[in-house]
């Protein structure tokens, strides 16, 4: 290897500060953004990348490691014992069962008939409600999803018409969708993208403007994710521009998903850093949220006008604004949120704002409300697995304590 190559820090031995500066360099961010949203100048980023610095202390660490979306903080430190997954969750025991059954060619079985679109569509109603109202809700999902991965590709396979396929494929996309629910932050994220590219595939197949909006939805959320900001905002941008001639008159669901398209867009300003837009889209998102009917809820993206104080949270905590997100948390009405998964989220992201304000006793008990919500979510959440890894180190012995009772529940302390 040339004295000039980029280390690799996945292979070579190499030190912090240089896994440091390649997986800054791989995110596309510059010294003076990392410093600034860690809060240092970026002649101290300079001197830990170039080794003139020691490894900073397991807080710092931490956030260092949330900002580069540092899946394994193993790849940021080099130290393989233990390896402390933040933005991948464990294997959940169902994820086998879901993974075979997206997997199946399901070329035969046709002597058994499908069941019908109308019919497999009342079982994702019921499959979504379960969703929101379980705790466990992976649990829930894992259940459900085989049979109706299959029963929906063979209603594909099986349909008699053209106007038949097209509604069985608007079928299919949504088990899709839902099946990425439950892959989200799992230990398969090839598996993830495989399920997101089917459900466009069917979305487009079925020409439904629902359809279509939900996949490109959740198709933002894997790109932002994964740090593919300009894929996230790409497909957004088409996306509202397919619904743009469908909003006008059109049904409460699909003015739904295209406001919820906004909202994301407005998340992925945010990750940017850019304040502007991300209130933009925030503002366009609000107005739709507004324009829906009284009380509607969206069952998928939980789009509503309760929710969008919940987004407000978290556009300040991604822009990393901790005043105005505590302001933003105050405000919101947590109460008028009924999926307990979304109000678990809302309660990490409330976390998220107190300990950005530095008020990390009231982040913990945050987070003890999103564990008692839905255990499952913030299992799974890479930020509550920071905040509370890193209030493990904290130099009060009660929150020591509370931090680490937390973290054992949440399987951190595992061998």
Not at 25 to 42: E, K
Not at 88 to 108: C, E, F, M, S
Not at 180 to 198: G, M
């Amino acid at each position: 290897m040339s004295s000039d190559a980029t280390p690799d820090p996945f292979v070579e031995r190499v030190t912090f500060g240089q896994r440091m500066e390649v997986l800054r360099t791989r995110r596309g961010m510059s010294r003076p953004v990392l410093a600034g949203l860690l809060g240092m100048s970026p002649s101290w980023v300079k001197q830990v990348e170039r080794g003139q610095i020691q490894m900073p202390k397991l807080p710092v660490i931490l956030r260092i490691a949330e900002l580069l979306r540092v899946r394994d903080l193993a790849d940021l430190t080099g130290d393989q014992s233990p390896s402390v997954d933040l933005f991948i969750g464990p294997g959940h025991p169902r994820l086998p069962a879901v993974r075979d059954a997206v997997n199946a060619l399901t070329l035969g079985g046709n002597d058994t008939p499908a069941p019908r679109p109308a019919h497999l569509a009342a079982r994702l109603a019921t499959a979504w409600s379960a969703r929101h109202k379980a705790a466990n809700h992976r649990d829930v999902l894992g259940g459900l999803l085989p049979d109706l991965i299959r029963d929906a590709q063979m209603a594909v396979r099986q349909s008699d018409s053209a106007a038949e396929r097209r509604a069985a494929q608007a079928v299919l996309s949504e088990v899709y969708s839902l099946s990425q629910f439950f892959l989200s932050y799992q230990p398969d994220s090839a598996l993830l993208w495989r399920v997101a590219e089917r459900g466009m595939v069917a979305a487009q197949e079925s020409e439904d403007p629902h359809a279509i909006g939900v996949a490109a939805w959740l198709a933002c959320e894997a790109h932002r994710d994964a740090a593919h900001f300009d894929a996230a905002e790409t497909v957004a941008q088409e996306a509202l521009e397919f619904l743009g001639a469908h909003r006008a008159g059109g049904e409460a669901r699909v003015l739904a998903i295209a406001g919820a398209l906004e909202a994301g867009a407005g998340f992925t300003a945010a990750r940017r850093g850019d304040s502007g837009t991300a209130w933009g889209w925030w503002d366009r998102a609000k107005a739709a949220a507004e324009a829906l009917p009284s009380g509607y809820y969206h069952p998928i993206t939980s789009f509503s006008v309760p929710i969008m104080g919940a987004h407000a949270v978290t556009l300040a905590v991604e822009l990393h604004a901790g005043g105005e997100s505590v302001r933003q948390a105050v405000a919101a009405d947590a109460a008028a949120i009924p999926s307990r998964p979304r109000l678990a989220r809302h309660r990490i992201e409330e976390a998220r704002a107190y300990q950005l304000d530095g008020q990390a006793e009231t982040a913990l008990a945050t987070l003890e409300r999103a564990h008692h919500a839905a255990p499952e979510t913030i299992r799974y959440n890479g930020y509550a697995r920071r905040i509370v890894l890193e209030e493990t180190e904290s130099r009060s012995p009660a929150r020591r304590r509370r931090a680490a009772a937390l973290a054992d529940q949440l399987g951190l302390l595992a061998a």
